[in-house]
């Protein structure tokens, strides 16, 4: 195994210093990133936040129908986002659509646009 200690011969303190302000002044950032990147990390819930982008609400009968899902399974989810404050519930009579929260769009449209053009190199 390769020797694992630091040989750098002098720290660079100044840019250690940056460093650390960097991070603590984006601490609020990085923590939402995380949550929504741990929960889109999950293959069925970042198709459904793809659909929800794509089509801008759905409810989860619509949901379950696009996926093949029963509707507890895709409502688990759809309850996970919510509660990760990732996804939005507007409710029209009995019916619950679900929407993408606009300051995540930001952080996810670049994923939906790869995958959308992987979509297109294959076809």
Not at 43 to 68: Q, Y
Not at 78 to 100: C, H, M, P, V
């Amino acid at each position: 195994m390769a020797n694992e200690t630091c040989i750098r011969l002098q720290a660079d303190i100044e840019q250690i210093k940056s460093c650390r302000e960097k991070l603590k002044a984006n601490s609020k950032s990085f923590l939402q990133l995380g949550q929504v990147l741990a929960l889109t990390g999950n293959e069925v819930r970042l198709k459904i936040l793809f659909l929800l982008e794509e089509e801008k609400e759905l409810c989860p009968c619509d949901l379950s129908d696009i996926l093949g899902m029963s509707i507890p399974a895709v409502s688990q989810h759809l309850r996970k986002l919510k509660d990760g404050n990732i996804i939005e519930a507007r409710k029209k009579g009995q019916t619950i659509f679900y929407s993408l929260r606009n300051e995540h769009l930001k952080v996810l449209r670049p994923f939906f646009k790869i995958i959308n053009q992987q979509n297109l190199t294959t076809v």
